[in-house]
């Protein structure tokens, strides 16, 4: 194949030839809700990606008369079918999520087939993402998955667990031999190039040997900046006589702090050798910075336009965030030392302390953005490291690579970041929620006091 070549992205069939995974008749009598779906991880980041069961969101181009009542919305974009979510099918999101279908770091997405940009014929598919206390503008392990997920079913030649539902079709590009996805996240628009090979004329699969990649939405770099913590209720164990922590803010699709681990009392080796004490140490020092940061922009409501600032959404940002970062230990390049020289470990605390399991994507972009400037501006690719891909000898680490820059209103400069790395397939299931099960809708084993305090 010399020339570029277009793949369709549907079936023709009806929806009801899709192939389908019944729950049986005696369980799904007594059930007012089944949720279907694909369950795969990225560096073992789990991402349970609804493709079924899960309510149609209020659309209509912002130009057009809707073609049905939107309730409280009004027109049915991508943010405007994310906050519908947020206030009429928050109880799904707590079902899959939360305990006893999910766990405290358990993270979701729901492809949602009608945006203002798969309806143009920008994207293929949009998607919210699910995480334990809401719902994230941009995750880079999931946009993986989704990509993988996404070429995988299109070229198998086999009845589609969904169809996508889109005129677009798939773009194979001979020379990279790989097919181009176009994702609708929360923050914009996300471009990924999928690796395959052909097993005949029309199936394809996923190449894994290769790493997916995507281009996010620009990044940037926000602010350089400390906090005090003088008050005792503030402070850490691990802080030392310390009284100022030091950080970086930028933006990767989220807003993320990334600090030093040795300006939180801590070194590489406690990110690259993980253990309970050491993790639940780290979760303490993240929260509290975080609280603090949280309540900084409550007292000066201008450090939220400093800090979060965001040149084309008006709204106020929230810290989605917060990083703990080093350079890898001498022990950890004398155990990896086949792995690059600018290779970085780190930990990403995120939503309700949430652990991400991964080098965390949109993170990535974010320290990309952190470092960069104009007098280097297409530097060497980064290799970044969570725990998981330390502990399995460099193995679902993350690669970052400037692929552009662009002025951004009164952000000085946005940086194109490309992210690559693998997604792999963990399971089919089919959820379902029995409406007079009031356990079953969602909880926190650890959160259980506040409950019978309320």
């Known amino acids: 194949m010399s020339r570029k070549r277009r793949f369709p992205s549907h079936d023709d069939g009806s929806p009801d030839e899709l192939h389908n995974i019944n729950v049986p008749t005696f369980i799904s009598q007594s059930c007012g809700t089944e949720l279907k779906t694909v369950e795969m991880h990225t560096c073992g980041e789990p991402t349970r990606i609804v493709y079924s069961g899960y309510p149609d969101l209020p659309y209509a181009l912002p130009t057009v008369t809707p073609m049905y009542p939107l309730s409280d919305l009004q027109s049915g974009t991508l943010l405007e079918q994310r906050e519908y979510a947020m206030s009429h099918h928050d109880n799904l999101r707590r079902a899959l999520i939360c305990e006893p279908r999910g766990h405290r770091d358990m993270y979701g997405a729901v492809l949602c087939w009608r945006t203002e940009l798969t309806e143009t014929g920008k994207a ?12 994230s503008t941009m995750c880079g392990h999931a946009t993986l998955a989704l990509g993988r997920l996404i070429v995988d079913q299109a070229g198998s030649g086999e009845k589609k667990l969904f169809d996508l539902g ?38 394809w ?22 906090l005090s913590f003088s008050e005792p209720a503030t402070r ?13 803010i930028a933006y990767g699709g989220a807003f993320y702090i990334m600090v030093e681990a040795k300006r939180l009392g801590f070194t590489a080796s406690d990110l690259e050798n993980i253990t309970p004490s050491g ?19 409550v007292e000066w409501p201008e450090t939220r336009r400093m800090w979060l600032r965001h040149p084309d959404y008006k709204d106020d940002h929230t810290l989605y965030g917060v990083i703990v970062t080093a350079r890898p230990s001498s022990t950890g390049q004398d155990t990896y030392s ?24 949109s993170g990535a972009q974010a320290r990309v953005a952190l470092g960069w400037s104009l007098a280097d501006p297409h530097p060497e690719p980064r290799t970044f490291h ?37 997604a792999r397939y963990t399971g089919v299931s089919s959820f379902v929620v029995e409406d007079d099960d009031e356990i079953g809708k969602g909880f926190w084993f650890d959160e259980l006091g506040k409950r019978s305090e309320s």
């Not at 995507?214 to 350089?224: A, I, K, L, N």
């Not at 993790?279 to 922009?297: D, G, H, I, M, Y």
């Not at 998981?388 to 940086?415: C, D, I, P, T």
Request: charged share 20%.
């Open 338 to 361: 086949n792995l690059p020289p600018n290779a970085e470990s780190g930990i990403c605390f995120f939503a309700n302390q949430q652990v991400d399991r991964s080098p965390t994507g």
């Open 166 to 203: 889109m005129s677009k079709d798939l773009m194979y590009d001979p020379k990279t031999q790989t097919m181009a996805v176009d994702l609708h996240v929360p923050c914009g628009l996300v471009s990924l190039q999928v690796p395959v090979v052909f097993i005949g004329t029309d199936t």
């Open 236 to 248: 850490w164990p691990e802080l030392g006589d310390r009284e100022e922590v030091n950080f970086g």
């Open 279 to 297: 993790l639940a140490a780290l979760s303490n020092a993240t929260r509290l910075l975080k609280e603090e940061f949280n309540r900084r922009l």
């Open 205 to 226: 699969k996923v190449d894994t040997s290769r790493m997916i990649s995507y281009q996010g939405t620009p990044s940037w770099f926000s602010d350089s900046t400390f």
């Open 124 to 135: 293929h598919t949009g998607v919210l993402f699910l995480t334990n206390d809401g719902y």
């Open 386 to 422: 969570s725990p998981v891909s330390w502990a399995y000898g460099g193995e679902g680490a993350f690669v970052a690579e400037v692929v552009g820059h662009k002025r951004l209103g009164n952000v000085s400069q946005g940086v194109k970041v490309k992210i690559s790395g693998k």
